[in-house]
Structure formats: C-alpha cells, structure tokens
C-alpha cells in the first residue's frame, strides 16, 4: 500500500498569509494526488485533483503542484472560510489511501 | 445538481451486520465510479472501498477485506455496502462519494451516515 505524509500535522496563520501543506507517498502517484478541504461537521469537499488542476468553483487562491512522491497545495491569501482540515489522497493505486490531514488554525 | 442521500446507519453489537445506501440522482449513475470513505470519531478520512460503473472492479481497504461488501444497482441509482463480522474500531461516519469525470478525485460526497459497533 502507499503511505501518504502530510506536513506540518497542524499550522497556524493569519488572515493573509500565504501557506503551503505538503504530502508526500511512500512510492510515486505520478500526479494522481487529489486534496480535499473538510470543516469540522461538514462533508469533504475536494479542491485540487491531478496535482495541479482547480475543481470547478474552487477559488483560485488554491493552487497544487508536484510530481512523482512530493506534492504541494498553496493557498495565496488565506481567507476566513479557509480554516479547515486538509487531506491529500492518491488515487493512482488501490487502496487509493489519504494522509492523516493537516490542520488549519487562525493564529 | 448532484445528490448522494446516504441510509441505514445506526447502533449494532461486535459481529453483527449493518447495509448501508447511498440514492444517487441528477448524473448518469452508471457511467461513474463510486467510493464509500469512513472517519472515525475524531479521526482522518480513511478510504475503505470503490467499485466501477458496471459494478465489476471492487476493490477494499485491508481493513475491511473480507468482511465488507460494495455493490451498486444501477437500474436503481443506488450504491451499497454490507458490512459483516463488524467490529469496534469500525465505529465512523461512512461517507459515499462520485468519483469525478475524470475518475481520479471524489467530486460530490454523500452526507455521512454514523455507524456504531457496541454492545
């Protein structure tokens, strides 16, 4: 199975700062790396599928880049709504696993 | 607009069993891929299984190999997952999601149903 590892496991920051949560596989995924956003009691919601690609109606303030085992989401200019958990996931090989998620907090 | 409508959770003992459901409309059912993903209480997302358009493909967590089961009805829009031999640590939210177009991310989720395993 592929191991996915997201860093930092948790992440505080301000209204306007430019972040950055990265996951990295335990094999490449080749680019079938997917990032989800999940509020607390709220269903996941994906933002970024094949590395780099924006999910319709995502803003555009979240980007995705990487290759082979390492993968990055970046978030321009956090936005109140944007406290949240993220999670990687890769969907290149079944068991298609998530990583253990990184949590967002406003500083 | 997609809908994922989710049923049949609740409380069960250890070893029992539980199907959960997931209706499906406003897509064309058949032509998608689906997943079934659990969050434990305060837990991640934990992917457990996916099955394909046609209802061949399945495939399984480790976790859950064996003892759950994915099926889809696609005369019925609707996705399933028997869930056998249960155990404590398979208490969670179990989410049904669509696999996107493009069949690698999970597009649209259901809105979770809790499953609990105890006595």
């Known amino acids: 199975d592929i191991q996915m590892t997201q860093s930092p496991p948790s992440l505080s920051a301000s209204i306007g700062d430019r972040v950055s949560i990265t996951c990295r596989a335990s094999?490449?995924?080749?680019?079938?790396l997917n990032w989800y956003l999940q509020k607390p009691g709220q269903v996941p919601k994906l933002l970024i599928y094949a590395a780099s690609s924006l999910q319709s109606g995502v803003p555009s303030r979240f980007s995705g880049s990487g290759s082979g085992t390492d993968y990055t989401l970046t978030i321009s200019s956090l936005q109140p709504e944007d406290f949240a958990t993220y999670y990687c996931q890769q969907s290149y090989s079944s068991p298609y696993t998530f990583g253990q998620g990184t949590r967002l907090e406003i500083k | 607009e997609v809908q994922l409508v989710q049923s049949g959770g609740g409380l069960v003992q250890p070893g029992g069993s539980l199907r959960l459901s997931c209706a499906a409309s406003?897509?064309?059912?058949?032509?998608?891929?689906m997943s079934w993903v659990r969050q434990a209480p305060g837990k991640g997302l934990e992917w457990v299984s996916a099955i394909r358009g046609r209802g061949d493909g399945a495939s399984y967590a480790e976790s859950v190999k064996g003892r759950f089961t994915i099926s889809r009805d696609n005369s019925k829009n609707t996705l399933y997952l028997q869930m056998n031999s249960l155990r404590g640590e398979d208490t969670a939210v179990y989410y049904c999601?669509?696999?996107?177009?493009?069949?690698?991310?999970?597009?649209?989720w259901g809105q979770g149903t809790l499953v609990t395993v105890s006595s």
């Open positions: 999601a669509k696999f996107g177009d493009n069949g690698e991310a999970l597009d649209y």
């Open positions: 406003e897509f064309t059912f058949r032509s998608y891929a």
């Open positions: 094999q490449s995924v080749a680019r079938y």
